[in-house]
């Protein structure tokens, strides 16, 4: 935040004065320390963000926003680069790049009148399994999804109150229900209800009266596609404050079923705006639809934190590589050698 250029260490030394050789290395020291522990670091900083009182709360819950972000890297000794797709409607944007797989979530601060998002986590997701092993990581089986959802639930267990999570439709899938479900259980508290959207091919189903009976999972009855539940549901119509100004936004909300094998219990919120159609998604039963919809238009928020965290802090700016050539194959060799000994 300091540095008025970004070359690494370099800059901070030349914009603090340190033009010692040894006061560099001392710098270098320092960022490779292991007399602290990420956790905890980040743990505290959760702690100092909630008695600060600048949380934004809805409803009286804070507000957690989650998604992805792919940055570009060509270092080819640079170690988690893969080749990424890219869905951007820019012509000019190449589909395919390489570069390094991005998960962040982080807690909505500000008040009524503005709201920013203040990154809790921003990690490496994709493309890293190996070195998680290594490390023994407890999210070296996690896929992008499951991880992002174990990440924010832990977050919310460090606020100690219930919240909401609001996440692309990329996250709305059978793995992500279930990682919730499993945080849930592991202490023992529902904390997170999750804000999605859904994609308009898919199928829900009916509930069964009395299918469950409080125990075990629902039954499904009749199945349906969510762009034919907008012919047959009876839309209402709300004035709502959407992205900074007063829209009128017809809706209509359903209770079904979704997930082949799952049959999880969802609330639907049909959505149509000027004759856009989208369908937002909800794990909490009892929240009304526009409560829904205005949590989710608040999922924008993170954008601009990207945008922020590029251009201001140019906080993707960085740049490693492997010590060694073969370093990194020759320890991965060594760990799958020692795992076969010990089997």
């Not at 001392?26 to 522990?37: I, R, T």
Request: proline share 3%; hydrophobic share 35%.
């Amino acid at each position: 935040m300091i540095r008025i250029d970004t070359l690494g260490v370099t800059s901070i030394s030349r914009v603090m004065g340190l033009g010692d050789d040894k006061q560099y290395e001392y710098l270098l020291h320092f960022f490779h320390s292991e007399a602290y522990e990420l956790t905890m670091l980040k743990n505290t900083f959760i702690q100092e963000v909630k008695v600060s009182g600048c949380i934004y709360r809805v409803f009286g819950r804070p507000i957690l926003i989650g998604d992805d972000v792919k940055e570009s890297k060509s270092g080819k000794k640079m170690p988690g680069v893969k080749k990424l797709y890219q869905d951007s409607g820019n012509s000019k944007t190449p589909r395919y790049t390489r570069g390094h797989f991005y998960g962040c979530h982080g807690v909505v601060v500000g008040d009524e009148n503005k709201q920013f998002l203040l990154p809790v986590s921003m990690a490496i997701h994709d493309g890293v399994r190996p070195i998680l092993e290594w490390q023994g990581c407890e999210y070296a089986k996690d896929s992008i999804v499951t991880r992002m959802i174990r990440e924010a639930y832990k977050t919310a267990v460090q606020l100690k109150e219930p919240s909401y999570l609001v996440l692309d439709r990329y996250f709305l899938t059978g793995p992500a229900l279930e990682a919730l479900y499993e945080e849930a259980s592991g202490v023992q508290i529902k904390l997170v209800d999750v804000i999605t959207r859904a994609k308009m091919g898919y199928v829900v189903y009916e509930k069964k009266p009395g299918s469950d009976n409080g125990v075990g999972r629902a039954k499904p009855g009749k199945s349906y596609h969510l762009y034919d539940l907008f012919k047959t549901q009876k839309f209402i119509t709300k004035e709502l404050e959407l992205y900074g100004e007063k829209k009128k936004v017809n809706c209509a909300c359903v209770d079904m079923l979704w997930g082949k094998g799952l049959y999880q219990e969802l609330r639907f919120v049909l959505v149509d705006i000027d004759g856009a159609h989208s369908v937002i998604v909800s794990t909490n039963l009892k929240l009304e639809p526009e409560a829904i919809i205005k949590l989710y238009s608040i999922r924008f928020k993170i954008e601009t934190c990207f945008r922020a965290f590029k251009n201001s802090f140019d906080g993707f700016g960085y740049r490693f590589c492997k010590t060694h050539k073969n370093k990194f194959r020759t320890i991965y060799t060594e760990h799958c050698h020692i795992a076969k000994i010990k089997a």
